[in-house]
């Protein structure tokens, strides 16, 4: 295969990711994959790939490449400037590079990641039928680098219907997000005070910031009910952790499989928590239904069986 993308600058961290690798949990790996599935999957669509398809995760900007052969592509996720040879281009739309053509993904003015797709999705190393990079166990192909050559694969599908898509994150965000989330399958090991205080207090997100989760910092902790421990369970993207410390830690795609902790509650919307920066407010809101089950089966809550 002929290379067609060389990397030049990859700013804070540039990964691999596909779907992941949902279905391993009980040989103790997570799922992994993009932290932005919407975003991800928008990406793939706009190039014409079928699903599944190999993008560039790219963190907080500074991403620049060069384009060896030509190439159509498309940059999705947060709201960053993109630029070829300096020129200013929208995101949520293709682009079409020529042979010696720069790209460039600015820092987001609001967001975390943004998603490059290239039509036949980009070749990476696979562990587990996935080319994603947990960043928590190192599985998968290593972080992005400088002088890294990228070639294409036979992703290729049919072309979309349309050249551009609408984008989910639009700059300046008015005032916090808003995450959905359910009652955890430990919220009654607190306080009854606790739950009350996640829906209807403002948290911060703090610099403790990564693929595997995010800390939020609240007017005050979440405190326990009482002083038992609990043994390790399965946790699940979304999932929030409370820690001795009374803040809580939202999972992310690279978490670990299993946690100590009680979980007081799951966000439905694991997607949003993938683009969450330091320094974002965010606002919980308690959505009715049944209270989210250890083990049990739903959207993107559970690891399933292959």
């Avoid at 993109?82 to 739309?93: D, K, Q, T, W």
């Avoid at 682009?95 to 993904?105: F, I, K, N, Q, R």
């Avoid at 959905?180 to 403790?208: I, K, N, Q, Y």
Wanted: hydrophobic share 40%; with cysteine; net charge negative.
């Amino acid at each position: 295969m002929t290379a067609v993308l060389e990397i030049t600058a990859t700013g804070p961290l540039a990964l691999l990711e596909d779907e992941g690798r949902p279905g391993y949990a009980a040989q103790g790996v997570t799922w992994s994959g993009a932290a932005d599935l919407g975003a991800y999957r928008a990406a793939n669509r706009l190039v014409g790939n079928q699903p599944g398809m190999p993008c560039i995760e790219i963190t907080l900007g500074g991403f620049e490449a060069r384009a060896l052969h030509a190439v159509c592509c498309a940059v999705t996720g947060a709201a960053a400037a993109i630029r070829i040879n300096g020129r200013a281009h929208a995101a949520h739309h293709l682009l079409w590079l020529e042979p010696g053509d720069h790209l460039a993904v600015e820092a987001p003015v609001a967001g975390c990641r943004s998603y490059l797709a290239a039509r036949g999705g980009f070749r990476g190393d696979r562990a587990l039928g996935s080319c994603s990079t947990d960043t928590l166990s190192g599985l998968g192909p290593p972080p992005l680098q400088p002088g890294d050559l990228l070639e294409l694969g036979e992703g290729r599908d049919r072309w979309p219907a349309a050249t551009s898509l609408p984008p989910l994150i639009v700059p300046p965000r008015a005032g916090p997000v808003e995450l959905p989330v359910l009652r955890g399958p430990r919220h009654d090991w607190f306080a009854p005070e606790a739950w009350t205080l996640l829906c209807g207090s403002m948290f911060e997100v703090t610099d403790e910031a990564s693929r595997v989760g995010v800390r939020l910092a609240g007017p005050r902790p979440l405190e326990r009910a009482g002083e038992q421990e609990i043994p390790s369970e399965g946790m699940v993207p979304g999932a929030i952790q409370v820690p001795p410390s009374g803040k809580p830690v939202v999972f992310l795609r690279d978490h670990p499989v299993t946690g100590g902790y009680p979980v007081i509650g799951v966000v439905i919307d694991s997607d949003a928590v993938g683009q969450l920066r330091p320094g974002d407010q965010v606002l919980f809101r308690a959505v009715a239904g049944r209270q989210h089950q250890s083990g049990s089966s739903g959207d993107e809550l559970v690891e399933h069986a292959p």
